[in-house]
């Protein structure tokens, strides 16, 4: 009971001062042109003191950016757990299925986002100006339904017999089986695959962002890059970080749930 | 010709024979009991009949019917319970009763599972998970499941293996209760000789494995309802107890060691994705860490 306080929150403390001391020694000998924390704190103020702030198309407050990334994962993560869902469940319940496709999503589970970015802008050319969005959203979905993919294969296969049994015995339809039977006994790992599958959508967006130069966090810190404004471009990493924390930590609340139910 | 029979069924996994020739014949509502070691065959038997599996070579009939799938005429209340855990008590019943009674009305399904969660008294727990329920209740759940679905005949796999001596007992009444209420046909599994003579009218070992068949059919001439009590001294029940225990033991000719394997129930834990998988991963057993449970198994030296 004593250490509670101390285990979360003076450790971490400690912890972020280490890194503090580190950055600013970092600053004053080896990498002189990385802004100095104060320095970071000052030029950023405005965009964390005014988060909703709009000043023009790539200068508004961080919280606004952020919202727009996320609105653009939410569209993205969606669309991987529509499409990964049901391929889970079709690589779980045949084996004919698995031995066609595994293979195929061995080797392009690893592609890097980069790499699918612009087979996305590719692909919708012919959207006009909706080619970047579109192309963004591609790219999230095809590199974050991975871990949906398999982990439901993973849930569909983990299925003990003996559910499946009662299913055989109670001679429930196919409708019933896949609701009353299938889905439930495998949402925990379901619910796995999707918490890892939005730390990757979120992962792939700023790259998403940066190389087409949309508005968001990836976007903006692009943007400051090239202006030369690179303390915006630490404030970019911390937000882009805390973000991705706290989507997983509520991702994982979630999955807790499943879990023990 | 009787009313369920089993004529020369053998039954093998890939090349591993597990049952051979096994015979039965069970009469409408008489009560059998098979008794068999653990790893003889036994649930691999009573699947048989369920239909679940099928037989590599032989027959098995009901009414005179080929059984080749599995069906609600035959009720089976399996070794591990087999309740559904996202579902309440309640809920597991209305899932068999929905399934086996579709042209009811929703509020006559509602009152048949009341009825037979009544019936073994689990009224206070309809609205509980299994998971927070005992040993003894979700066998219970398991048994009332299955009356609710009222079948011809019941399959009872070692129902109360898993449970501690008294609950065992308790249960054991129950049993009995249900059957001179309901006079169902029933075939008990069960690795407890004195557990097959108190409940059932024929007791039949098993042979050990692999390749194990029936034993000669042992009457057993007490008549219901029985007394746990005096049937202990009851010299029919002592001799009947002794041929059946000799029986087994000359059954077991080769010598068998026990090992305990791990049951896994029912439940589950997400695979860690950081470990490399390879294109066989399928194959790979998923980790089910909570509920495991030991089961001694027999194997020859
Ligand atoms: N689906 C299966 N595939 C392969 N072997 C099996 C299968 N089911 C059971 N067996 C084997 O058949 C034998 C009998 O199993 P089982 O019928 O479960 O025994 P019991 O219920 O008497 O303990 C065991 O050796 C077991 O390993
Ligand atoms: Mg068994």
Redesign the interface.
Known sequence: MKSFKFDWLVLPFIGIAVVMLLWQVSCATWAKDLPTPSKTWETSKPYIMEPFAKRGEMDQGILRFTWYSLILVAKGYALALIIGTPIGFFLGLSKTFTKAFDPIIQVLRPVSPLAWLPLGLVLFMGAGKNASELGALFTIAVCSMWPTVLNTAVGVRAIPQDYLNVAKVLKLSRRKTLFKVLIPASLPYMFTGFRLSLGIAWLVIVAAEMLTGRPGVGGFLWQEYNALIYEHIILCIITIGVVGFILDRLMSVVEKKFKTA | MAYLELKNVSKSFGNSPVLKDVNLSVESGEFVAIVGFSGAGKTTLISLI?G?LNPTSGLVTLNGAVIT????D???V?Q?Y?L????TVFENIL??VE??FPSWSAEQQKAHVEKYIEMVNLTPARNK?PSELSGGMRQRVSVARTLA?EPQILLLDEPLSALDALTRATLQDEIARIRTQHQKTIVLITNDPDEGIYLADRIIPLTAGPSATLGPSFEVKIPHPRDRKSINHDEHFKQLRREIVDFMLGSKSERHTAITKKL???D????D?NIP?S?T??RK??I?KREQKEEAVEVKP
Not at chain 2, 69 to 72: F, I, L, R, T
Not at chain 2, 84 to 87: A, K, S
């Open positions: 369920a679940l799938a599995p069906g609600p035959r009720g089976i399996f591990n087999s559904l855990p996202w579902l899932l068999a399934a086996v998970k679905m896994i129930l029912p589950i834990e997400p695979e994705l998988r294109m991963a399928w057993t998923p089910r």
